[in-house]
């Protein structure tokens, strides 16, 4: 059996012996056995999981690295799939509503996307019918900041309009989202300002890291593999 030494295994990865063991304390990694002096002795299978984990950590992020490394250890192969699997679902779902968020900024989208049966001045029960969402997630999203509603001289009430209900629509697709929870004020703001072409960048540049990240757990799956390869669970 061929033993690697620290420093070898960090010049192949590119990354310092410290970082080896934060991995190794994380518990992400099998603990290597020990030579007389002291000293770590690192195996095929120690350098197959430093590869994985370096591998994905890109696209699936640290908690659910570690999350399937620890399965993995555990002998949960088809547990740690399933992680893999829920990872990539929700990646999906990101790009999904990236797209639609595209769509909805197009000129002639945006244009249309008003409904025709909204009125010049809507309530909050009526604009929520409407978008097809909650009172109280309007009223949460005014909170945030999103949306600035009128309010009836008379009676203090909310007033929505249909530039309103336009913003609605595109904050409904946007919440679904983990990189649209930082961008969506942005992108609302844009469009108070009537910045159609800012929004679309903001949405164009989430959509290219939601590419990046694609590509990032294909090849974290690609050492996924191999890691399971080694240990023989495949």
Known sequence: MRYYKPIEIA?????????????????VVPAPERADNGYRLYTEVHLAYFRCLRAMFPGFGVKATCDVLKMIQDGRTDKAFWKINKEQALLQQEKQAAD??????????AAQMTNPKAKKRMTIGEVARLAGVAASAIRHWEKEGLLVPERDPENGYRVFT?????????????RSTIYFLKSM???????????LEHAKKVTEEAIRSIDDRNRNQLLGIHRLIELCGVLELV
Do not use: C, F, M, N
Request: no cysteine; glycine share 2%.
């Open 11 to 27: 010049r192949q990865l590119h990354i310092s012996t410290s970082a080896l063991r934060h991995y190794e304390s994380w518990g």
């Open 100 to 109: 639609q968020t595209l769509e909805l900024l197009h000129p002639i989208e």
């Open 162 to 174: 249909p530039q309103h209900l336009r913003k609605i629509l595109l904050i409904r697709t946007l």
């Open 185 to 195: 004020k942005e992108i609302v703001h844009a469009l108070d300002h009537h910045s």
